[in-house]
Structures are given as structure tokens and as C-alpha cells.
């Protein structure tokens, strides 16, 4: 029963995430250094419908990097419907 009942409860949450997956057109891809001149990614992306609110995450999956999407914080765009990501790439 407590096997059954994980299962459920595993593909219950995957169903969930697949129902709220939602693609976004790349607009933009730039390497950035910060003052230290640690390098990061600065991701913009087009998310039609999308509404900022602070402190919003998303999981980025991205196929050619791995199989399993991570964790990164919004940051909002420059207008309606843009989000960026701002991922650092270096030590």
C-alpha cells in the first residue's frame, strides 16, 4: 500500500508539472562578467501570457544541456511578457 500510494503521489506531481509546462521563444543569449569577472548567462525569453510577480522561479530544462530542469530565479523584462535569466557560468 505505501508503495502504491508514492507511485500515485510520484505521478500526480509530474502530471502537474507537465500540465503547467509552458514554452518560450529565446530572444536573446549574451555572456556577461560581473565586477569579480565572473562570467554569467543572461537568458531573455518571450512568455506570452506570463505576469511577473517577485520572487517567481522557473525550471529551465534544456535537452542539450541534461535530462533534468533546474531551479532560477525570474528576473522581469523590459516589457509585458519578457522574463530573463541571469545564470552564472564560471568560478
Known amino acids: ?3 502504491a500510494l508514492a507511485l500515485f503521489s510520484y505521478v500526480a506531481q509530474r502530471a502537474s508539472v507537465i500540465l503547467r509546462t509552458k514554452a518560450a521563444k529565446v530572444l536573446a ?3 556577461v562578467k560581473d565586477g569579480d569577472g565572473v562570467q554569467h548567462v543572461a537568458l531573455e ?15 529551465l530544462h534544456i535537452p542539450c544541456v541534461g535530462s533534468v530542469g533546474h531551479p532560477f530565479t ?3 523584462g ?14
Not at 48 to 58: H, I, L, M, R, S
Open 1 to 3: 500500500v505505501a508503495n
Open 29 to 31: 543569449i549574451e555572456v
Open 45 to 59: 525569453l518571450q512568455a506570452e501570457g506570463f505576469n511577473y510577480k517577485p520572487g517567481q522561479w522557473a525550471r
Open 74 to 76: 525570474i528576473v522581469p
Open 78 to 91: 523590459d516589457s509585458k511578457g519578457k522574463i530573463r535569466f541571469i545564470i552564472k557560468a564560471g568560478l
